[in-house]
């Protein structure tokens, strides 16, 4: 079945270091990717989407590209905030049945 | 706009109690509705989907269940619960093949004691 794979965590960082969270899928059909995000207590926002090939999701300064030669939809942003710390969740949705499957989320910390 | 709510944001079972937790969008016709359950450790799991009135997908097989029992209500249900149900507990809703993400509510946390 579809599945998504992501870097465990936590990852730390100082505040404006660069970041990359790694995630990788496999699925079936051919799925839209996703990255949400979930602040302490709350539940998830969606951060970027990409629905095809080489479609550059970003937003808030992140950005994700789609690799379907890779299966891959790396999370990257080039210089983070203590605001940023929080979980990160790469998702999939899978065309065919409408299914969303997430992965097991990696919790970043940014230090000041 | 659409908005997703789901009730209540705290909740204490005892074991064996049953359990009805409710998630409603309003704003939206006709949408695709999900639950998932987030445990420490493993990540956000998909419990149930549903693309229509009636229509329920189980993806993990255990003492939970799900009914839509009216266009744009979801609602999880337990018999008895568990220690093991224990949980943060998040429904969300999506417009399906069009614009495939999931809007979220604020969750339920679910502690079975």
């Known amino acids: 079945g579809d599945s998504v794979t992501q870097m465990e965590g936590p990852v730390t960082l100082s505040e404006e270091a660069f970041l990359t969270i790694n995630c990788t899928y496999t699925?079936?059909?051919?799925?839209?990717l996703f990255w949400y995000v979930q602040y302490p207590g709350e539940g998830l926002q969606l951060l970027l989407k990409?629905?095809?090939?080489?479609d550059k999701g970003s937003n808030k300064g992140f950005e994700a590209t789609y690799r379907k030669e890779t299966t891959s939809f790396h999370l990257e942003k080039g210089s983070v905030q203590v605001s940023d710390s929080a979980v990160y969740f790469c998702?999939?949705?899978?065309?065919?049945?409408?299914?969303?499957?997430f992965g097991k989320g990696t919790r970043l910390h940014i230090l000041p | 706009s659409q908005t997703i709510h789901q009730w209540p944001a705290t909740l204490v079972q005892p074991v064996g109690s049953p359990l009805s937790l409710e998630c409603t969008v309003e704003?939206?016709?006709?949408?695709?509705l999900y639950w998932y359950r987030q445990a420490a450790g493993r990540g956000l799991q998909l419990l149930f989907y549903?693309?229509?009135?009636?229509?329920i997908s189980s993806e993990v097989p255990q003492n939970l269940s799900a009914s839509r029992p009216q266009d744009r209500q979801f609602i999880l249900s337990s018999k008895k619960l568990l220690l093991s149900d224990s949980g943060f507990y998040l429904c969300?809703?999506?417009?399906?093949?069009?614009?495939?993400?999931?809007?979220f509510g604020q969750g339920t946390r679910l502690t079975v004691v």
């Open positions: 699925a079936t059909g051919y799925p839209s």
């Open positions: 549903s693309v229509g009135i009636g229509q």
């Open positions: 998702a999939l949705s899978d065309r065919i049945d409408d299914k969303i499957i």
């Open positions: 969300a809703w999506g417009a399906g093949r069009v614009n495939t993400e999931a809007f």
């Open positions: 704003g939206t016709s006709n949408p695709n």
């Open positions: 990409a629905t095809k090939a080489d």
